[in-house]
Structures are given as C-alpha cells and as structure tokens.
C-alpha cells in the first residue's frame, strides 16, 4: 500500500480576529522595518504519513481523524488538507 504525506493547515475563517498574527506584524511596525507587510496571519499545520490506497483514501482518513479528534474548530476555522506521494 502506497505512503502519503498529508498536510492539514488550520487556520481563523476570514473576519475572525487574528491576535498572534497582529502581534507579529505589531513587532514589525515598532522596529520600523518591512514597510511594506501590511497584514501577518498565522496558521497551524499538522503533518501525517499515512498508508492508504490512493490520495482521496488519505485525504478521507485525515479528514476523519481531523473530525474525530475535534482538533479545529469548524465555526471559526479553515481546514485546508493537501496529500503528497511520499
């Protein structure tokens, strides 16, 4: 059965505030650098190797683990699940 690398990216829905990522951009405009970012958004990113027998296999398997274990919360969250041949 083939591997795959399969990479969840969590991150707030648009409008939801983003405290950690102002803070960064926050540090940025203190130190008078970087003019040129205006905005800093930060994200969460869980990386699985799973075995399964094709990509959408591994990608369903994630998701459900994803789901099972509530790692996210789907009312303020953006779940995003790319798989890789590893």
Do not use: W
């Not at 990479?7 to 803070?23: A, L, R, Y």
């Not at 951009?25 to 130190?31: I, Q, S, Y």
């Not at 099972?68 to 041949?85: A, C, G, H, Q, W």
């Amino acid at each position: 059965m083939p591997i795959f690398d399969v990479h969840v990216t969590i991150e707030n829905k648009p409008g939801m505030s983003d405290p950690e990522g102002d803070t960064i951009l926050n540090d940025l405009v203190l130190k008078g650098t970087h003019k040129s970012v205006s905005k800093i958004k930060t994200a969460k990113m869980l990386k699985f190797t799973i075995k399964e027998k094709d990509k959408k296999s591994a990608q369903s398997k994630v998701q459900e683990i994803c789901d099972e274990l509530r790692i996210y919360n789907p009312m303020v969250s953006k779940v995003t699940i790319d798989v890789f041949e590893a």
